[in-house]
C-alpha cells in the first residue's frame, strides 16, 4: 500500500499507523462501509480490540484523501485447508498423533471480521471527530493496533472539560481506561444487566462511587444490603460525604395525612367511591400529632370503623338520616374500610418487627427511621450525600410501596422546581422486583407507576435513575427502552439476550453472542454515555464491599445448631404471642400520639389478622 505525503494526515498519525511494529494483519476479501475482514497475524489481537487501518475516501469535491478507518474485532476465525474434515476423521477413527503423518499444521491461518465504527481526519488534535464511513475499505490494506494514547483520544478521553465516570479498562488492554459521560447518566438514565454472579453490583457500585467522586446527591434502594460497604468504609470517601441508612418507618402529621391514603392506595384494595368517601370522613374526625406512627393512626382509624359498624349493626343510632349518621355508609362498605386499613397495618407491622431485627443483627450500623419524603425530603437528598434505604427482609409489596412513595414524593420536590432538594440519582437495585413486565403481573407492584412517570419525565427535572437487574426479559420494556445506556455483563438465558437485543438499538448480533462468554466483571458499554460500543474490564473496588453481609457461613451455623434451645425458644414466644390482640402487637401508643386505650370488648379484637392470612385474603 501506498501512504500519503506527510503532511496529509499529521506527523503523530504517521508515525503509528505506519509503523511495521503495530501492524497486525491485512485486509481481505469483500469489504463495505459497515464492516470488513483481515487476516490476522498469530496472537497479535482478539476480540473486542479497537484496530486501525488507512484508506482512501472521496469527499463533497469528489476528490479523495486518506482517512484513518477505526473499527472493533467481533469475531475470529481459524482455517486450514490443508487439514480438511476427512484427515481428522481419519486420525480420530486410526488413534493416530499428528506428528506421526505428513499432515501440516503451519498453513492455518486467522480471518477476523471488524465492526466499522467511524473514520476521522486525522490523529494530531486532542480529541478525534468521527464521521461515517461513506467509502469502503481498501483490500490489501494494513490493520494496525492503536497505541494507548490514540485510542484515549478516539474515545473522548482527553477533553477535560466533560466530567466521566472511570469504570474500568478495555477489555484486553489494561492500558487503555474506560470512562461514561457523567452528565448522559445522571440525566439520560443507565441499565445493568447480568446474571447472577456477572458483577452486576461490583459495577454498579463502581459507578457510585464515581458519582461520589463529583459529590452528586445519590439515593439507593437496596434490598439485599449489597452497598452498605458504603456506610462501613465511608472514611475512605472524600471527604465532606456523608452516607445515611434508612430504615422504613411510617410515621403521620397534619401535614402529610395523605400518607395513609397513599398507603391505602398502593397496599390494599382499591376503594370505591362510598369507600373513599367513609374513609375521608373517618381521618377527617381523627386527630393526629406530629411524629404519630402510621400503625397507631391506622388502629385508630380501624376503631372507628368498628365502632361504626356496630352501631348500625345494633340499630342504637339515631333514626333520622342525619349527615353524621351512620346509616349514610352501609355495613358493607364500613367492613371493606376496614379491611383494607387491616391488611396495611398488618403489613405495617411485620414491616417493624423485620426492623428491629436487622438493628439487632447489624449494631455496628447506625440506622435511621425513614424521613417523611413530602415534608422533609432534604434529609434525603442533599449535596454529598448518600442515602441507603435497607429494604431486606421486607415482602415485595412492602418494598414497592416504599420505592413508590418516597420517589414519588422525591420527583414531586424537583418538578415543582422549588428547589428545596438538588438533582439527583436514583439506584434500583433488584428492579425486576419493582418494574415487572406484563407477563410478571403488575397488580401488587406499585412502584411501576412511579417509575415510569420518572423516567420519561426525571431528565427534564434532573432526577435520574440507574435500574440493575439480573433478569432482563422480566422488566417492563418501556422503561427500560427509556434507558439511553446500558452496561451489560455476562449473559447466559436466552430469553434475556433476546430481550436485551431488542431494547438495545446499537447491540450486534455478534456483540449479542459474546455476552455468555464474558467472566465477572466483563461486559459491553453502549448508549449515550459513550462513543460507540465497548468491551470493559470493570474496575472492581473491593475496599468498599461489607464484611457483613454475603459471607455468613451457614455451614459452621448448621453445625452449631442446638436443636433443644431452638425449639423452647420458638415455645416461649409463640406462647407469649398468642393471646396478645392487633393492638397489643403493634405496641403501646406513644404520648404524642393520644391514641385512647381499647376496652376489653373492643370489637377489633376479631380483627386480629397475621400478615400470612392477610395476604392470603387479598391474592
Known amino acids: 500500500m501506498v501512504f500519503p505525503a506527510e503532511g496529509m494526515i499529521g506527523t503523530e498519525t504517521m508515525s503509528w499507523i505506519s509503523d511495521t511494529e503495530n501492524m497486525i494483519g491485512t485486509v481481505v476479501g469483500n469489504t463495505s462501509t459497515d464492516s470488513y475482514q483481515f487476516i490476522l497475524r498469530s496472537f497479535r489481537a482478539k476480540v473486542g480490540d479497537i484496530v486501525a487501518t488507512l484508506s482512501a475516501i472521496p469527499d463533497d469535491n469528489r476528490r479523495h484523501g486518506n482517512a484513518i478507518i477505526w473499527g472493533r474485532i467481533v469475531s475470529i476465525q481459524r482455517h486450514n485447508p490443508f487439514f480438511p474434515a476427512e484427515a481428522a476423521q481419519e486420525l480420530a477413527e486410526q488413534n493416530l498423533r499428528l506428528i506421526?503423518?505428513?499432515?501440516?499444521?503451519?498453513?492455518?491461518?486467522?480471518?477476523?471480521?471488524?465492526?466499522?465504527?467511524?473514520?476521522?481526519?486525522?490523529?494530531?488534535?486532542?480529541?478525534?471527530?468521527?464521521?461515517?464511513?461513506?467509502?469502503?475499505?481498501?483490500?490489501?490494506?494494513?490493520?494496525?493496533?492503536?497505541?494507548?494514547?490514540?485510542?484515549?483520544?478516539?474515545?473522548?478521553?482527553?477533553?477535560?472539560?466533560?466530567?466521566?465516570?472511570?469504570?474500568?479498562?478495555?477489555?484486553?488492554?489494561?492500558?487503555?481506561?474506560?470512562?461514561?459521560?457523567?452528565n448522559k447518566v445522571v440525566s439520560r438514565h443507565?441499565?445493568?444487566?447480568?446474571?447472577?454472579?456477572?458483577?452486576?453490583?461490583?459495577?454498579?457500585?463502581?459507578?457510585?462511587?464515581?458519582?461520589?467522586?463529583?459529590?452528586?446527591?445519590?439515593?439507593?434502594?437496596d434490598p439485599h444490603g449489597d452497598y452498605l460497604g458504603l456506610y462501613e468504609n465511608r472514611s475512605r470517601?472524600?471527604?465532606?460525604?456523608?452516607?445515611?441508612?434508612?430504615?422504613p418507618m411510617m410515621k403521620v402529621s397534619?401535614?402529610?395525612?395523605?400518607?395513609?391514603?397513599?398507603?391505602?392506595?398502593?397496599?390494599?384494595?382499591?376503594?370505591?367511591?362510598?369507600?373513599?368517601?367513609?374513609?375521608?370522613?373517618?381521618?377527617?374526625?381523627?386527630?393526629?400529632?406530629?411524629?404519630?406512627?402510621?400503625s397507631d393512626y391506622i388502629r385508630e382509624l380501624i376503631e372507628r370503623a368498628e365502632s361504626t359498624a356496630n352501631k348500625i349493626a345494633s340499630k342504637k343510632g339515631k333514626e333520622e338520616d342525619t349527615e353524621d349518621s351512620p346509616k349514610k355508609f352501609g355495613v358493607t362498605t364500613v367492613n371493606a374500610v376496614k379491611r383494607s386499613l387491616s391488611f396495611v397495618l398488618s403489613t405495617l407491622m411485620q414491616m417493624e418487627q423485620n426492623s428491629k431485627v436487622l438493628r439487632d443483627r447489624l449494631k455496628e450500623y447506625e440506622f435511621h427511621?425513614?424521613?417523611?419524603?413530602?415534608?422533609?425530603?432534604?434529609?434525603?437528598?442533599?449535596?454529598?450525600?448518600?442515602?441507603?434505604?435497607?429494604?431486606?427482609?421486607?415482602?415485595?409489596?412492602?418494598?414497592?410501596?416504599?420505592?413508590?412513595?418516597?420517589?414519588?414524593?422525591?420527583?414531586?420536590?424537583?418538578?415543582?422546581?422549588?428547589?428545596?432538594?438538588?438533582?439527583?440519582?436514583?439506584?434500583?437495585?433488584?428492579?425486576h422486583n419493582f418494574i415487572p413486565s406484563r407477563q410478571e403481573g403488575t397488580d401488587e407492584t406499585p412502584s411501576l407507576s412511579t417509575v415510569r412517570k420518572v423516567i420519561t419525565e426525571g431528565r427534564k427535572f434532573g432526577t435520574g435513575l440507574m435500574i440493575i437487574s439480573q433478569r432482563p426479559a422480566?422488566?417492563?420494556?418501556?422503561?427500560?427502552?427509556?434507558?439511553?445506556?446500558?452496561?451489560?455483563?455476562?449473559?447466559v438465558n436466552p430469553k434475556?439476550?433476546?430481550?436485551?437485543r431488542s431494547v438495545m438499538e446499537n447491540l450486534s448480533e455478534s456483540d449479542a453472542n459474546i455476552l455468555q462468554t464474558?467472566?465477572?466483571?466483563?461486559?459491553?458499554?453502549?448508549?449515550q454515555a459513550v462513543r460507540f460500543p465497548l468491551l470493559v474490564k470493570v474496575a472492581h473496588d473491593k475496599n468498599f464491599e461489607s464484611s457483613k453481609i454475603g459471607d455468613e457461613d451457614f455451614l459452621k451455623q448448621a453445625a452449631s445448631w442446638n436443636e433443644n434451645e431452638a425449639r423452647a425458644r420458638n415455645r416461649g414466644a409463640f406462647t407469649r404471642a398468642a393471646p396478645v390482640s392487633l393492638a397489643a402487637k403493634v405496641g403501646s401508643p406513644s404520648p404524642e400520639s393520644k391514641v385512647p386505650s381499647r376496652s376489653k370488648s373492643s370489637p377489633s379484637d376479631s380483627t386480629t389478622l397475621n400478615f400470612t392470612q392477610v395476604t392470603k385474603r387479598k391474592r
Open 369 to 431: 427511621e425513614m424521613p417523611d419524603p413530602k415534608r422533609d425530603p432534604e434529609d434525603i437528598v442533599g449535596k454529598k450525600q448518600v442515602s441507603i434505604f435497607y429494604l431486606a427482609g421486607y415482602d415485595h409489596l412492602t418494598q414497592s410501596t416504599i420505592v413508590s412513595m418516597v420517589l414519588d414524593a422525591l420527583f414531586s420536590h424537583r418538578a415543582a422546581l422549588t428547589n428545596r432538594i438538588p438533582p439527583f440519582q436514583t439506584v434500583i437495585e433488584e428492579a
Open 190 to 221: 443507565l441499565a445493568i444487566l447480568a446474571m447472577t454472579g456477572g458483577g452486576k453490583t461490583v459495577a454498579a457500585r463502581r459507578i457510585i462511587l464515581a458519582l461520589i467522586d463529583h459529590g452528586y446527591p445519590i439515593v439507593i434502594f
Open 237 to 247: 470517601l472524600p471527604g465532606g460525604t456523608a452516607v445515611k441508612l434508612f430504615y
Open 100 to 182: 506421526d503423518t505428513v499432515l501440516s499444521t503451519s498453513r492455518d491461518y486467522l480471518n477476523a471480521e471488524v465492526l466499522i465504527l467511524g473514520s476521522s481526519d486525522e490523529d494530531s488534535k486532542s480529541q478525534m471527530d468521527l464521521s461515517p464511513l461513506t467509502y469502503p475499505v481498501q483490500p490489501a490494506a494494513r490493520v494496525v493496533n492503536p497505541p494507548a494514547s490514540a485510542i484515549h483520544k478516539l474515545l473522548g478521553a482527553s477533553d477535560d472539560n466533560v466530567p466521566k465516570l472511570h469504570v474500568g479498562t478495555l477489555l484486553g488492554r489494561s492500558d487503555v481506561e474506560v470512562s461514561l459521560s457523567a
Open 254 to 294: 397534619e401535614e402529610n395525612i395523605s400518607v395513609v391514603s397513599d398507603l391505602l392506595a398502593k397496599m390494599g384494595r382499591k376503594m370505591t367511591e362510598a369507600q373513599h368517601d367513609y374513609f375521608n370522613k373517618i381521618v377527617s374526625e381523627t386527630k393526629v400529632a406530629d411524629g404519630t406512627k402510621a
Open 518 to 527: 464474558f467472566g465477572p466483571g466483563q461486559g459491553i458499554v453502549s448508549g
Open 496 to 500: 434475556d439476550k433476546s430481550f436485551v
Open 474 to 491: 422480566r422488566l417492563d420494556e418501556t422503561i427500560l427502552t427509556q434507558c439511553n445506556s446500558f452496561l451489560v455483563l455476562r449473559l
